[in-house]
């Protein structure tokens, strides 16, 4: 058994009532992750949101400041939406923060279960399933080939494009998907073990 937490960064109420500031909400967070690496949890995920409220927009940024700060601990996204990002990019960015970490980072994608990213980086929601399905093909892609080919409808195509720095043996990988019953069924799986159409 493995036990861990995760975080959006929630903003805590001051004695005033109003919010405590974004940069200390990042602060608490992050000396959250080394108190849990302290006491021996096995895992710290950081939630993707842009809300006032939850302020952690950049999770996996979040991971590389955790690396640097705890000895142990396994580190993810929990998740980050790759929907509306850019899988090279996301790739690449987690691909550092194993390194500073020692290889102690996962990546836990997803749809998205608000929109808030949608508008904000000009996606139509009505694309929600191709975006996800394209950039999920593609992340998978980078992940295993240092050189990639790549074609889609949802960003600009790859001929044998190099990407690095690149994780030994790979990223490990897993799909974060609920929020909306209606859509999509909850599911979490490391995709290498994931059956077939999940």
Do not use: A, E
């Given at each position: 058994m493995e036990i861990g937490v995760?975080?959006?960064?929630h903003r805590a109420r001051q004695p005033d009532g109003s919010l405590a500031s974004t940069s200390q909400s990042i602060t608490d967070l992050m000396e959250g992750v080394r108190l849990a690496d302290e006491v021996g949890l096995d895992f710290f995920g950081f939630g993707e949101h842009h809300t006032?409220?939850?302020p952690v927009s950049a999770p996996v940024t979040l991971l590389a400041a955790a690396g640097a700060a705890t000895s142990q601990i396994r580190l993810g996204s929990a998740v980050s939406?790759?929907?509306?990002d850019d899988p090279v990019r996301v790739y690449q960015q987690a691909a550092t923060a194993s390194a500073v970490s020692g290889g102690r980072v996962d990546l836990t994608v997803g749809r998205g279960s608000s929109i808030d990213s949608f508008p904000l980086f000009g996606y139509d929601v009505a694309d929600y399933?191709?975006?996800f399905a394209e950039k999920l093909d593609l992340l998978l892609a980078v992940n295993a080939n240092e050189r990639v080919t790549w074609s889609g409808t949802t960003r600009p195509s790859l001929e044998d494009a190099l990407v690095v720095p690149r994780v030994d043996g790979g990223l490990k990988i897993w799909?974060?998907?609920g929020g909306n019953p209606g859509r999509v069924s909850a599911q979490a799986c490391w995709v290498s073990r994931c059956p077939s159409g999940s």
């Open positions: 995760y975080s959006f960064g006032r409220s939850m939406v790759l929907g509306t399933d191709r975006l799909l974060g998907t």
